[in-house]
């Protein structure tokens, strides 16, 4: 895959997030905390996904700290702004960040250089992984993935595949498929998802990986088709998609994930007290119908279990960024 802005030679080194000790759902002794309004730094624009589900766990976490929990959006490159800003605040629990796939996991290993150090945040809290769906335009002479293959393979360079931006799921996604499957397509960067999306319907692009429940409105109207989705099971309402592992394709299992962090040096009883604020928040009806309402997997789990995720998804994307050379200029 080919973008004018990202070559095929260079990595840029990166590091591993460092893992955090915690106890996982009691409710720790923190006295005094929080004597004062929590903000939560979203690195990217409003009304997004990452914004609403933000602002749905934040109402319910001010309900149980008694305290407000304010969301504030500090947006732009990729989500290294806010990430920049939430790792120089004061580790004292009163600024946390949204953390996910790009900026904790991928990131640092694209970017020639960063503001900001991955390692210096401290995981709280997983919210939700989200799998994407390969789907193409209606009129596309091919219907599942060993099909999607053979036309790239017969015409190498010549199948485009859309994505919301470098560095992405999106993005990723296909290059894994490609390294995975030995064909080269072309990648055709959009800004953004919705941009993407609309010039697949019209037929201006072969392919595209989407998040499964952006894509559904267009899969149940059919405007595009779907070909396999990166989840490790099929998904409850996608039954009849196969996942790329069943085409025989393992390696494409890919979720965009997001969840809580807090800079480095914050009292592991302040960690402990907000994994369980969260924990309880992301329970509520209304945020855990939002999750799974659009086929995503629910989070949840410890520090220590978040803390190791991110350290495997950095492991393999780095290693994918390593092997296709890819790297923002």
Not at 78 to 102: H, Q
Not at 282 to 292: C, L, T
Request: aromatic fraction near 8%; charge should be positive.
């Amino acid at each position: 895959m080919s973008f004018h802005f990202v070559t095929r030679r260079r990595l840029v080194a990166g590091a591993a997030l460092a893992a955090l000790g915690s106890a996982a759902f009691a409710q720790p002794a923190a006295p005094g905390y929080p004597a004062k309004p929590i903000t939560i730094i979203v690195p990217f624009a409003a009304g997004g996904n990452t914004d609403v589900k933000t602002r749905l766990v934040a109402k319910r976490m001010g309900e149980i700290l008694g305290q407000s929990v304010i969301v504030d959006n500090k947006p732009g490159a990729s989500g290294n702004i806010g990430m920049e800003l939430a790792g120089r605040a004061a580790p004292d629990g009163y600024t946390l960040a949204m953390g996910s796939f790009g900026p904790l996991a991928v990131n640092p290993w694209i970017y020639p250089k960063l503001n900001f150090d991955p390692k210096a945040f401290v995981p709280i809290i997983l919210l939700e992984k989200s799998p994407l769906v390969l789907v193409a335009p209606m009129d596309r002479p091919f219907g599942n993935v060993n099909e999607v293959v053979a036309a790239a393979k017969a015409r190498p360079g010549m199948l485009n595949i859309a994505n919301a931006g470098p560095g992405g799921a999106h993005h990723l996604s296909a290059e894994l498929f490609e390294a995975a499957a030995g064909i080269d397509m072309v990648g055709v960067p959009f800004k953004g998802g919705g941009p993407a999306s609309t010039a697949l319907m019209a037929g201006q692009v072969d392919l595209m990986f989407e998040q499964t429940g952006a894509a559904m409105p267009a899969i149940q109207t059919k405007k595009v088709k779907p070909i396999a989705v990166t989840s490790a099971q099929r998904l409850r309402f996608m039954p009849d998609v196969p996942t790329f592992a069943e085409a025989g394709f393992p390696a494409v299992t890919v979720s965009n994930w997001m969840g809580y962090v807090a800079p480095r040096g914050t009292p592991p009883e302040i960690v402990a007290r907000l994994q369980a604020a969260f924990a309880k928040a992301m329970e509520h009806p209304e945020v855990k119908d939002r999750i799974v309402s659009q086929g995503n997997e629910f989070g949840g789990g410890s520090s220590q279990d978040f803390a190791a995720f991110i350290d495997s998804e950095s492991g393999k994307w780095s290693k994918l960024v390593k092997e296709r050379g890819i790297r923002m200029e």
